[in-house]
């Protein structure tokens, strides 16, 4: 009978080890993660060891019984054996717990990695999330903006442009030199530094109850008019100090925005990454101006920007095609913008409508005015290219009678003043697309084209001193690399070609290597 009771005791024993060591490595692990259930699991597990070392005690004394026993074969009083039932019971409550401990472990593990995604998820909205600023009053106020440094070497191979000019300091098509056959010049290279585009702005939110308002300022050096000495500037030979001009300026109250931006007609971010100032000039639309500007939902994704901007018509006459800010105008520039935003990207459709009006002088001291209409329709768009967005397409193709200001940073005049005093229509196509492909986060190269073309009316007399040299049109290739090697830092090269003509036939182009780097702050 002790020999039975010795073989169920240590059988019970083996089952019960099975459970408690497996059990009992799974608590410390997940301590920090018990509830109520593992309190119960805990419980039932403290009972099965008590058991066990009840079992384990009347196991020591049968061996102590057996081991007293007489020679004569008297034997020790028997020890009460385990019965099948009571074993099975305790196995089936050994098996139940580590099943259930077993199970309790999975949950852990789950909820563990639920949580490292959790976090995942949560580093990255806190990096694309944008900066917290300082709290003034009840605004949120953000100081940002970004040092930039851009050198570049440029050949011309029809002469030169004279320093400390703006097509020294960017690609701007109207100031690349022409190449005349009859008195040719000898080509040139120059070599500039620059740290002019360095830029910053003040961005200050605050809510009002159900109302956003928002408060906008943006500076920069390289918008300043005026030449070395003048307006405080220094000179390259000595401190290269340069002025600060306000880019942008505006405050928004729900859909209304007024001040100064980028005008209602484009969509800033159909802009190429690039290390010059704009990229692509030739046959943007660019310019920034005061405007009121509401913004009106229409349908599922789709808004309706209306706005009333500075009107300023830039004219030229028949004998020179220098361009004139008349200053006579009445009616402000209307625009309007459709714009469709979904995963793929945006699409937008952009139209103005102007007063051009210019005084003649025809009249003496009795002014004579004269106006005509202009106006200009435009497509332009960014459709990402993968879920990813780190490559896309960007485009806008534009057309238009006396938008020469909107295209090219006025490449062409709005309109020409005859010699009766009417004003002749200019018309202006541009186009202009962009490849940004990533590899990464790091490493990306844009691919960008751009193309203006005027035309100038029939009635404008085109053999009159002067309209020869009034420019035809413009294009301009480039390609560049960028590199990111910490976060907010951008190293860039590009090379551009472009090219000018006039409508006389002659033409210049320009060879420029560019290199930028930038911190973003």
């Not at 020294?168 to 002019?196: C, E, G, H, M, W």
């Not at 913004?295 to 209306?306: E, Q």
Request: glycine share 8%; charged share 20%; proline share 4%.
């Amino acid at each position: 009978m002790v020999l039975w009771h010795l073989r169920n005791t240590t059988a019970l024993l083996t089952a019960a080890a099975m459970v408690v060591p497996t059990v009992g490595m799974a608590r410390p692990v997940h301590h920090a993660a018990r509830n109520s259930h593992e309190a119960e699991l805990e419980a039932r597990l403290q009972k099965l060891e008590d058991e066990v070392s009840e079992l384990r005690g009347a196991l020591k004394a049968a061996r102590a019984e057996q081991a007293s026993a007489s020679p004569t074969g008297a034997q020790a009083p028997v020890v009460a054996p385990v019965s099948s039932a009571q074993f099975a019971a305790v196995q089936q409550d050994a098996a139940a717990a580590r099943a259930e401990a077993v199970a309790a472990t999975r949950m852990a593990e789950e909820a563990t990695q639920r949580s490292a995604e959790t976090q995942k998820k949560f580093d990255t909205l806190a990096e694309a999330a944008p900066k917290q600023g300082f709290r003034s009053g009840n605004s949120n106020v953000i100081l940002s903006g970004y040092i930039k440094l851009q050198a570049s070497t440029a050949r011309y191979n029809g002469g030169d442009v004279p320093t400390n000019t703006l097509g020294r300091d960017l690609y701007l098509p109207q100031s690349v030199p022409l190449y005349n056959p009859a008195a040719p010049a000898s080509p040139t290279r120059v070599t500039d530094f620059s740290a002019k585009q360095t830029r910053f702005w003040v961005d200050a939110n605050t809510k009002l109850g159900r109302h956003a308002l928002k408060a906008y300022i943006e500076f920069d050096f390289q918008a300043a008019p005026g030449t070395p000495m003048a307006l405080g500037q220094g000179t390259q030979r000595t401190t290269n100090a340069y002025d600060l001009a306000m880019r942008r300026a505006f405050i928004q109250f729900d859909r209304w925005t007024l001040g100064q931006d980028l005008t209602n007609f484009e969509n800033v971010a159909t802009l190429p990454e690039s290390t010059d100032y704009v990229g692509g000039v030739d046959g943007l639309i660019f310019v920034r101006q005061p405007l009121i500007k509401y913004a009106l939902p229409v349908f599922k994704n789709t808004k309706l920007y209306l706005a009333v901007e500075n009107p300023e018509t830039a004219s030229a006459t028949v004998g020179n095609a220098g361009l004139i800010e008349n200053g006579q105008d009445h009616a402000p520039d209307a625009t309007a913008r459709l714009e469709y935003t979904s995963s793929f990207g945006f699409l937008d459709l952009a139209t103005i409508w102007r007063q051009l009006r210019v005084d003649n002088a025809l009249g003496g001291a009795h002014h004579i005015y004269d106006s005509r209409l202009g106006w200009g329709v435009s497509a332009q768009g960014k459709i990402f290219l993968g879920a990813s967005h780190l490559s896309d397409i960007r485009f806008q193709a534009t057309y238009g009678e006396g938008i020469g200001r909107y295209m090219g940073l006025n490449f062409s005049p709005d309109a020409v003043l005859k010699a009766d005093g009417d004003l002749g229509a200019v018309r202006n196509i541009g186009l202009y697309g962009a490849a940004h492909i990533g590899f990464d986060k790091q490493w990306r190269i844009n691919l960008i084209g751009s193309w203006q073309k005027v035309n100038y009316a029939g009635d404008i007399d085109h053999s009159a001193l002067g309209v020869g040299t009034f420019n035809r049109s413009a294009w301009s290739a480039a390609a560049n690399l960028f590199y990111s090697p910490v976060s907010n830092v951008d190293l860039g090269v590009e090379y551009r070609h472009g090219n000018r003509e006039i409508v006389n036939g002659l033409n210049g182009h320009v060879d420029k290597l560019d290199f930028a780097a930038k911190y973003s702050f």
